[in-house]
């Protein structure tokens, strides 16, 4: 065999000193009947030459163990994150995924492999830019059963009148129209973590707040107003309830899931959260259900991706 000196090795071609350098990565005991050792090693050579092709660079430090690229961060085997300025952050503190939007001013975040709106949704009449809708969709724009959507669009924009008055299909058509979708329930219960108790979000004012003014109403992740403010639709529909048992001796927040009716037309779409006259029925446990063609003035939203 030819061997190529140890300088620019071309993505195809073997260097023997980079072979010898290289740690053997863990494979599983059926492969190792068919590779040996020599050939694993000119894999994990092949792998490596192909990041540095895609711009990744794999890093070591007591802090942590990363592949960096010039455009982010890849997460570590020690659940770190080093970045090219040198700095680390934990795995729970660093960004991972994309999370950027058509329009600069529609803040998504990264939890836990999904992009979660920052803020309530609010309505607006252009993808990009446009006039903000605040009245009920259903009086001038479309249908309540979503249909004929296609001139809304949901943002996730601080400091501004969160949509309400919505049905569960238009908010999730308005927020097809984005590239979102309204998250899943085990999602919105992933993003709330952390959001401290309902004294410091809007649930006694008696009417809906712009999103992000309660600043302290906000999860470990950065979501705000998950708590109080308005209900807010997940994507997951249930039979239609009949009872409010709430939890019992394990939290206060409101839960209206019980008895499934045998009679009502139709299921029901879950709202989470409470609004802003539940008081402590408020909450990061707080769920009700409601016909997904509601429309009430304290049912809002927020999106997923």
Same mark, same amino acid.
């Given at each position: ?172 058509? @308005?927020?097809?129209?984005? %590239? ?5 329930? $085990?999602? =919105?219960?992933? *993003?709330?973590? /952390?959001? #401290? +108790? ?24 950065? @979501?705000?107003?998950?708590? %109080? ?5 997940? $994507?997951? =529909?249930?039979? *239609?309830?009949? /009872?409010? #048992? +709430? ?59």
């Amino acid at each position: 065999m030819v061997r190529t000196p140890c300088k620019a090795v071309p993505v195809l071609a073997t260097c023997d000193a980079a072979l010898a350098r290289t740690p053997l990565p863990p494979h599983p005991p059926p492969f190792d009947l068919i590779l040996g050792d020599l050939a694993w090693r000119r894999v994990a050579a092949l792998l490596a030459a192909i990041l540095a092709t895609a711009g990744l660079v794999p890093t070591t430090s007591v802090e942590a163990q990363t592949s960096i690229s010039t455009d982010g961060v890849i997460e570590s085997k020690s659940g770190g994150f080093k970045f090219p300025d040198g700095s680390v952050q934990t795995a729970a503190a660093a960004p991972i995924g994309s999370c950027t939007t058509l329009d600069p001013s529609d803040e998504m975040i990264w939890i836990g492999g999904v992009c979660i709106d920052k803020y309530e949704a609010s309505i607006w009449d252009a993808p990009v830019g446009g006039n903000e809708i605040t009245v009920e969709i259903a009086s001038e724009y479309c249908n309540l059963n979503g249909q004929d959507c296609d001139n809304i669009w949901a943002r996730s924009v601080a400091g501004r009148e969160p949509a309400r008055r919505i049905t569960w299909f238009q908010a999730q058509a @308005a927020l097809a129209n984005s %590239g979102k979708r309204l998250p899943t329930n $085990a999602e =919105w219960q992933m *993003a709330v973590r /952390g959001t #401290p +108790g309902n004294n410091n979000c809007n649930v006694l004012t008696g009417d809906v707040a712009n999103t992000g003014i309660f600043g302290n109403c906000v999860s470990a992740f950065g @979501a705000y107003d998950m708590v %109080g403010n308005l209900w807010e639709w997940v $994507a997951d =529909w249930v039979p *239609a309830t009949t /009872g409010c #048992p +709430g939890w019992g001796a394990f939290s206060d927040d409101a839960m209206c899931l019980s008895g499934a009716s045998t009679t009502t037309a139709g299921p029901d779409a879950l709202l989470r959260g409470g609004d802003y006259v539940s008081g402590s029925g408020a909450g990061p446990f707080a769920v009700v259900s409601e016909v997904p063609w509601t429309s009430g003035a304290s049912v809002g939203f927020r999106g997923a991706r």
